[in-house]
């Protein structure tokens, strides 16, 4: 048996679309707690459930944007992690493989378990962990399937084949079932030998790195040179943007996983939920008797089955059934089960009309209620000359891309999530040097971004090559 210790590969990237107005842009849902103010954030939650004998300190791969956000809480936690920095998302394939390389520069028979940042799991999930360990080390890529609890059309599935010899309960991969119509998923369940896909999976840093050199050659290559032109700071490497750029922006289940002969599933019965919406949030909580998941200061009435979660204010609900209530202090969302997943669609709406309040939380000041925002998204070449006016300053945020910024100083490369302040009577100049659209948006307190009644001015100017 092998007595390697398992690396706990933690991907954190996405935003969480429905689960806003908790998840935001700069604020995204791992980082958000899990039951209100003062618990354990999704993130943390992960972090603490491996920090258990027989694993090593974690990896955690996530936006550099994210790394002082990401440290302050490994700290809340007393933990501590190794940390790569994406300069742009390309999904989960190229996050696991810069792991696997990086690992592999000491150990290349280093054992990575890799972990969504944002799912809550109940049950011991280590014990089928450790013990797929040895099967991990022979070559076996090891996928982790849950057993369902009920039919379910949102969720990917894994069909189980053979047993493979020599290792209790792991069976070769039949097929992968992306998401199937209600009867198709009943089907599956009842037939007890397909599994919901959880996102959870284990191999030899080698074995994976091998498997994208047969199948994925111009991936191992970006990330490769993505980690040879890294820049090595404190917090640890930051991936080069333009060979990373290279990578396909597609999962590591599509890349590799779904093509590889070295593909097992072993099922795990633990209670698992990817918490994709406020559903689930519901479904995962501790109930009142009336069926309702109550967090802060709440009073219901003749209300079940419903989620209610108050921010800073009292909040009441009187005769209703199957709602969901999420107060935060910049915005207020009202549904209900039924229709909970087209949160998304309203968070695309809010996109559209440039509202700050779906890139970040943010409790402004009275005198700033009619703050005006504006969002601009810049091709390759492109700059967006900014100047706040003498009275008051322009928060910028980075919502997509990455571009090179000049404000007081010479360029300073900044990423997505990343804010900078235009100081009162200053000006900033946007640059995008990069083939990927830079979407920059500018919240004026002021309230105009026109030049009118001293408000701030801007300008784009089209296919500039230098920063001024």
């Not at 390309?90 to 696997?100: D, F, I, Q, S, Y």
């Not at 922006?249 to 994709?276: C, K, M, Q, Y």
Request: charged share 20%; glycine share 10%.
């Amino acid at each position: 048996m092998t007595h390697k210790q398992i690396v706990p590969v933690i991907l954190s990237g996405g935003m969480g679309t429905r689960l806003w107005p908790l998840s935001r842009v700069r604020q995204p849902k791992q980082f958000q707690p899990i039951d209100g103010d003062g618990s354990h954030s999704f993130l943390q939650e992960t972090v603490l459930r491996h920090r258990a004998e027989g694993f090593a300190t974690p990896m955690i791969v996530a936006s550099a944007s994210e790394r002082e956000l990401l440290f302050d809480q490994l700290a809340d936690i007393g933990t501590r992690a190794r940390f790569v920095g994406e300069p742009v998302g390309r999904n989960t394939g190229p996050a696991v493989l810069a792991a696997a390389l990086i690992l592999a520069e000491t150990d290349p028979g280093a054992l990575l378990l890799v972990l969504p940042s944002d799912h809550i799991i109940e049950g011991d999930l280590n014990a089928a962990v450790r013990d797929m360990a040895p099967a991990a080390d022979e070559g076996h890529i090891v996928l982790f399937g849950i057993v369902p609890r009920h039919p379910e059309t949102g969720f990917g599935y894994i069909s189980a084949g053979a047993s493979v010899e020599g290792h209790n309960a792991l069976h070769e991969v039949h097929s992968f079932i992306e998401k199937p119509d209600l009867d198709e998923a009943t089907r599956l369940v009842e037939e007890g030998q397909t599994f919901w896909a959880s996102g959870i999976s284990m191999m030899r840093a080698d074995v994976l790195i091998d498997e994208f050199a047969r199948l994925e050659p111009e991936t191992l290559a970006a990330v490769k040179g993505a980690l040879g032109q890294a820049e090595q700071t404190d917090w640890g490497p930051l991936l080069a943007e333009a060979p990373f750029s290279e990578a396909r922006n597609e999962p590591t289940e599509r890349l590799i996983f779904e093509h590889s002969p070295r593909v097992t599933v072993r099922p795990a019965d633990v209670d698992w939920s990817d918490v994709g919406a406020w559903p689930a949030i519901h479904s995962l909580g501790e109930k009142t008797g009336d069926g309702n998941v109550e967090t802060g200061a709440v009073v219901t009435l003749d209300t079940h089955d419903s989620l209610i979660r108050a921010g800073e204010k009292l909040v009441a609900v009187v005769g209703m059934e199957g709602v969901i209530v999420v107060d935060t202090p910049d915005a207020l969302l009202v549904t209900n089960h039924e229709n909970a997943q087209m949160v998304k669609e309203a968070v695309s709406e809010l996109k559209r009309n440039h509202r700050a309040e779906v890139f970040t939380h943010a409790s402004l000041p009275p005198r700033a209620a009619s703050a005006h925002v504006r969002e601009e998204t810049l091709a390759k070449g492109d700059d967006m000359v900014v100047s706040a006016s003498d009275e008051n300053g322009v928060v910028l945020t980075i919502a997509g891309g990455e571009g090179q910024v000049t404000n007081g100083s010479g360029p300073k490369r900044q990423c997505t999530g990343d804010h900078l302040a235009v100081e009162p009577g200053h000006t900033a100049r946007v640059h995008n040097a990069c083939e990927t659209p830079l979407t920059v948006v500018a919240v004026d307190l002021a309230g105009d971004l026109k030049g009118q009644d001293g408000g701030a001015t801007y300008s784009l100017q089209k296919g500039r090559h230098a920063v001024a």
